[in-house]
């Protein structure tokens, strides 16, 4: 990934856990699960085996962090919005 390189995108769930990003990527975001989603988005917790729900319309900022390694689910064809950069 290039150096300060804008980073907006939609990951859209499925049913399984899945990644991100399919590659590193690692910068500062604001994650949100918009309030159109019709239920939760199930994020992996870093300890590989926690669950942990965001209803819609929750968001939070993250300093730092792999895309790639940050993984989740949900109803089939709710999405997460992406927005931040690699700095």
């Not at 150096?3 to 990527?25: H, Y």
């Not at 918009?34 to 300093?63: K, Q, R």
Request: glycine letters at 10%; hydrophobic letters at 40%.
């Amino acid at each position: 990934m290039a150096a300060n390189a804008p980073i907006i995108r939609d990951f859209t769930a499925a049913a399984d856990f899945a990644s991100l990003s399919a590659e590193r990527c690692v910068g500062s975001f604001e994650i949100s699960a918009p309030p159109e989603n019709t239920g939760n988005i199930v994020f992996l917790g870093d300890d590989g085996m926690s669950e942990v729900a965001w209803i819609p319309g929750e968001y939070h900022e993250f300093s730092r962090v792999d895309l790639s390694q940050m993984q989740a689910k949900g109803n089939p064809g709710d999405k997460l919005r992406i927005t931040g950069g690699v700095w």
